[in-house]
């Protein structure tokens, strides 16, 4: 079992930046995937980044590559999304998710994760 929690949203200008953190409880975060999606109103809830147990492999949509940096630390369960040079298009509720599932990476499917945070809201202004 894991749970999730996020923290770190709030309002900011565009081309400002935000940290976000999703702290997890639970024996099995060192070996989940982690991944970061978002969901404005009216919208499909959509993938942002992910990042292997190891830290490793780190994967992006092509919407915030260069811009946003996925991480974690395990020693502390917790895991990072820097957002840098945002915009407003940016702003969303982002969720934390983690996949404790084997077999190939589907990072990118909301499926494939088994638990999820409750959300932070971003919201960026122009």
């Known amino acids: 079992q894991v749970q999730l929690v996020e923290s770190g949203g709030g309002l900011v200008q565009a081309g400002g930046t935000l940290r976000l953190s999703c702290a997890a409880s639970?024996?099995?975060?060192?070996?989940?995937?982690m991944g970061w999606f978002r969901q404005d109103p009216g919208k499909e809830r959509e993938f942002v980044a992910g990042?292997?147990?190891?830290?490793?492999?780190?994967y992006y949509a092509d919407s915030v590559k260069g811009r946003f940096t996925i991480s974690r630390e395990n020693a502390k369960n917790t895991v990072y999304l820097q957002m840098n040079s945002l915009k407003p298009e940016d702003t969303a509720v982002y969720y934390c998710?983690?996949?404790?599932?084997?077999?190939?990476?589907?990072?990118?499917?909301?499926?494939?994760?088994?638990?999820w945070g409750q959300g932070t809201r971003v919201t960026v202004s122009s």
């Open positions: 998710a983690a996949s404790t599932s084997s077999g190939n990476y589907e990072y990118s499917a909301r499926y494939w994760y088994n638990y």
């Open positions: 990042v292997n147990w190891s830290g490793s492999g780190t």
């Open positions: 639970g024996r099995t975060f060192s070996r989940s995937f």
